[in-house]
């Protein structure tokens, strides 16, 4: 499994949000600022994020996005999943896969499925609740504290 870039910035754009609380809405253009992306890009990958209902969308010269709800009710794999789909690393273990003919002989795919479940495992059980406090941890530690 390989995230998109689209995968890989929904998770920093809804981080960027979580981590400004005191902000009414928080803009794209703050956003794309402090996470080195274009506006434009954001506008791409916020849509089916308050499509989906995470995010609320605020209007007018202070307009910008907010959580729906609280940070640690948002997994990982929830974003990932909203933006890139299944997050299955082969075609035959996705979500309403049709029958793989290989399926009765395919050892294989005990391989995949395992790797498809630690994925799973991993993604689920991080919160951007989690994500902010290892941010804010990171920003405590001076950077050539934290690389070995």
């Known amino acids: 499994m390989k995230l998109s870039t689209r995968g890989r910035y929904a998770l920093r754009m809804m981080l960027d949000i979580a981590l ?4 009414n809405s ?10 080195n992306i274009s506006v434009k890009y954001l506008e791409q990958i916020v ?6 209902g995470y995010l609320r ?21 929830l974003i990932l999943r909203t933006i890139e789909g299944s997050l299955a690393p082969v ?3 996705e979500p309403g896969s049709e029958y793989c003919e290989r399926q009765s002989q ?13 994925i799973d495992q991993v993604v689920d059980n ?10 804010h941890e990171k920003w405590k530690t ?3 504290e934290s690389t070995p």
């Open 20 to 23: 400004h609380p005191e902000e």
């Open 26 to 35: 928080v803009s794209l253009k703050s956003i794309a600022e402090r996470q």
């Open 47 to 52: 849509t089916p994020l308050v499509k989906g």
């Open 57 to 77: 969308a605020n209007r007018g010269a202070q307009g910008g996005y907010q959580l729906n709800r609280p940070p640690e009710e948002y997994t990982v794999g």
């Open 91 to 93: 075609a035959c273990l």
């Open 106 to 118: 395919c050892v294989t795919v005990e391989v995949y499925r395992r790797i498809d479940e630690a």
């Open 126 to 135: 991080i919160t951007l609740k989690d994500l902010v406090a290892l941010q």
């Open 142 to 144: 001076p950077a050539s």
